[in-house]
């Protein structure tokens, strides 16, 4: 008779218990199982709470749990009331700490997410393995693993909470056989231990290497097989020029398919199922369900059962938004389009030694003004709440914010520099919408002017940012 092969012991169909060899492995049914790992116990479910149990069936330990998952490093992550842990196979807690959440114990080390949403790895015994917290952190794989700080941006750290290299990246991978996929402002490549891409084209799709190979997919939809040095191997499906430009041509059905969502209040009626968002917006069923599948190939909507609910970037378009695009939507579809629309006759009659007249012709029609400078608002707010830190202010008393538009940056620059005194330069009927928070602070004062025009104040510095800054 051949001995068992234990790593053949699977899971059953319905997951109410494990099998090998197609036959039920024991006689005990659960709600739920999952696969055994390596010290040979499995981590289950039923009427009586979450536990583990050994190859017979039978329960290790007398604890239960609200949940339980499988042994890495000696160790199984388990929640009950009091939070999130790590327990030996005895089913005692590890340590005495409870976090957010629990990750699996890899390279001796378990990543955890604290009760303010910060990350960080911890070591068996529940201790930090290192001081510093992040926004999102991962699992070590081949002694590093990839962290995230505030802004977006990614790196590698090793066991000690040290960089491994040192850049930052966009986006970011674990290492796989001595190579890690990277993304920058250009696209994806594979780094190596330094930081350093091993080839110069960038990609929009790329996977580990595979002895040596890495299938990617560069920006005109061909899809190669690549090596170490970034050499192309041979082709799998060959893209077009001709596919890039009736991309470009066509994808203006995006931003009015956008807009419309917007205006009839999609947005603002989700989650919801397509039946309430057609009853809700006055549309016909079988039009909502049209435009909601458009929305989800977009990529702003996601459908759960019969409910949609918006994704992250659908959320923007949301008017309670903090951030809310919604009024970009409008902007970009109506008046935004006309001068592209024009661009040739503009091309051929505009002269451009004229002061424009873009923001002036916009203020002529009240209903857009504030809608556009909301837009500008919420662009603002994203883009510059972490640029202001790194302004070169020091040693300056006095700065202008010419064209600040409703004073979203002035007001930030105002409150991080309270020793600063800033000026907001705009258009006499944009100061006149400007927030009260920001019109009442000491050191900020409001200057009606024309930035085209000389200006009636001094400063040290001037700032001259993209519009409504």
């Known amino acids: 008779m051949r001995p068992m092969d234990r790593s053949r012991i699977q899971v059953s169909p319905d997951q109410t218990h494990h099998i090998y060899e197609k036959r039920p492995f024991y006689e005990e049914r659960f709600t739920r199982v999952l696969r055994y790992s390596g010290n040979k116990l499995a981590a289950v479910f039923d009427s009586s709470g979450a ?5 017979k069936g039978n329960a290790v330990y007398p604890a239960r749990f609200l949940q339980t998952f499988g042994f890495y490093g000696g160790h199984a992550t388990v929640r009950d009331e009091t939070g999130w842990f790590h327990i030996k196979a005895d089913g005692i807690p590890a340590y005495t700490q409870r976090y957010a959440w629990c990750g699996n114990f890899q390279e001796g080390l378990c990543v955890v997410r604290n009760e303010t949403g910060e990350y960080h790895h911890i070591l068996p015994i529940g201790e930090p393995a290192y001081s510093d917290r992040y926004v999102y952190a991962g699992d070590f794989r081949e002694g590093s693993c990839v962290v995230q700080i505030e802004g977006g941006k990614c790196t590698h750290i090793l066991p000690d909470g040290s960089l491994l290299h040192g850049k930052w990246f966009d986006d970011l991978d674990v290492y796989h056989k001595a190579f890690a996929r990277a993304k920058d402002e250009k696209g994806w490549s594979h780094i190596d231990a330094q930081g350093n891409s091993l080839y110069e084209p960038r990609y929009q799709m790329i996977e580990p290497f595979y002895n040596g190979q890495a299938r990617v997919e560069d920006r005109s939809w061909n899809r190669l097989i690549i090596d170490e040095h970034g050499a192309t191997v041979c082709y799998l499906r060959r893209g077009s020029h001709f596919q890039r430009l009736s991309a470009d041509l066509d994808g203006f059905w995006k931003t009015h398919a956008i807009a419309c969502a917007v205006k009839i209040g999609i947005f603002e009626h989700l ?14 069923t079988e039009n909502s369900r049209r435009l909601l599948r458009a929305l989800a190939e977009i990529g702003l909507l996601k459908c759960d059962g019969d409910i949609w609910k918006p994704t992250p970037e659908g959320s923007y378009l949301s008017a309670s938004h903090p951030e809310t695009l919604a009024d970009a939507a409008t902007e970009y579809s109506e008046r935004m389009t006309e001068p592209w629309r024009n661009l040739h006759v503009t091309l051929n009659t505009c002269v451009y030694d004229e002061k424009p007249n873009f923001f002036e012709s916009m203020f002529c029609d009240q209903k857009r003004a504030p809608a556009h400078h909301r837009m500008l608002r919420s662009y603002a707010e994203h883009d510059y709440s972490l640029l202001v830190d790194l302004l070169p202010l020091k040693g300056v008393n006095a700065v202008v914010d010419a064209g600040g538009g409703t004073g979203t940056l002035a007001s930030m620059i105002a409150k991080r520099n309270p020793n600063l005194h800033v ?23 409001l200057l009606p002017g024309d930035i085209f025009q000389p200006w009636n104040c001094q400063a040290d510095a001037v700032i001259l940012a993209r519009g409504d800054s």
């Open 271 to 284: 989650p919801g199922s397509t039946n309430h968002i057609a009853d809700s917006c006055s549309l016909a």
């Open 423 to 445: 000026t907001l330069l705009d258009l006499p009927q944009v100061l006149e919408i400007v927030d009260f928070s920001v019109s009442e602070l000491d050191n900020l004062s």
């Open 51 to 55: 536990y583990h149990i050994d190859l």
